[in-house]
């Protein structure tokens, strides 16, 4: 991997790393598209994975004191089982029509979350259902976000418990991936790339965060979720019209 390759890539991840600080998601689904046209297709998912550990890490040292910790506790027991256990039927759905569905969902959870009563999801459910469709879709930030208790909306608080949700997720994910025995060592300069790029990002992004103010941030954020749910149909759309011709 070249060094070019690496500056260029930690550079989107600084850059990403300061939209999901600020907004509390977006960043990961960003690095995705932009890691897909540079890394074999192999590589790409335990890669963007190793890479938002490392962005998730320091996005949750930063916002620490903010962790909302009872939903996180059954939230990871949920996600080692989900992980374990959804994972292999999962791989039965196509990803296309999993992307549909799962961006038709984000703009249900969103507008019209008291249809679906996400309030009453139980954390372990939540942590099952989304880790184990994280292993196979790869960035389901939006979908995590979607399913978070909202009842206390301090923005730090939706953040920060994102963050730790996300480090469950991707540790999770980096583990499953070393077990099938592919090696992200050799790999070092970029994660290391990553890693510095990723706190620098976090620390600027919590700088703008604490500027936005309380209902501004709700409404852009429902909006940054409407269009990452958007994106994502449309990529899973195109790819059903195209394989149908």
């Known amino acids: 991997m070249t060094l070019a390759l690496v500056v260029l890539i930690s550079l989107a991840a600084f850059i990403t790393s300061s939209i999901t600080a600020a907004m509390g998601i977006g960043g990961g689904v960003v690095l995705l598209a932009l890691m897909a046209q540079l890394v074999p297709p192999a590589l790409l998912i335990p890669l963007h994975g190793a890479a938002q550990l490392m962005s998730n890490t320091n996005r949750v040292l930063v916002q ?5 910790w009872a939903y996180i506790k059954p939230f990871l027991l949920g996600s080692i089982v989900g992980g374990a256990l959804i994972t292999p039927l999962a791989l039965y759905m196509p990803v296309a029509l999993g992307q549909v569905i799962l961006g038709a969902f984000i703009v249900l959870a969103t507008w019209k979350s008291a249809w679906l009563r996400l309030a009453n999801w139980p954390a372990a459910v939540s942590g099952g259902i989304t880790t184990g469709l994280s292993l196979v879709l790869g960035a389901t930030g939006p979908l995590v976000m ?3 208790p909202k009842s206390a909306r301090e923005r730090q608080v939706i953040v920060g418990t994102h963050g730790m949700a996300m480090v469950i997720q991707h540790g999770i994910k ?3 991936f070393s077990s099938l025995n592919i090696s992200l060592v050799q790999y070092w300069p970029l994660l290391l790339g990553i890693g510095m790029a990723t706190l620098a990002g976090n620390l600027v992004g919590a700088r703008l965060l604490a500027r936005v103010p309380e209902e501004k941030f709700t409404v852009m954020l429902n909006w940054l979720l409407t269009a990452l749910a958007i994106r994502l ?4 759309i195109s790819t059903l019209l195209a394989s149908g011709t």
Not at 64 to 68: A, L, P
């Open 64 to 68: 620490r004191k903010f962790i909302n």
């Open 146 to 148: 979607s399913v978070l």
């Open 174 to 176: 980096v583990i499953a």
């Open 233 to 236: 149909m449309w990529q899973g």
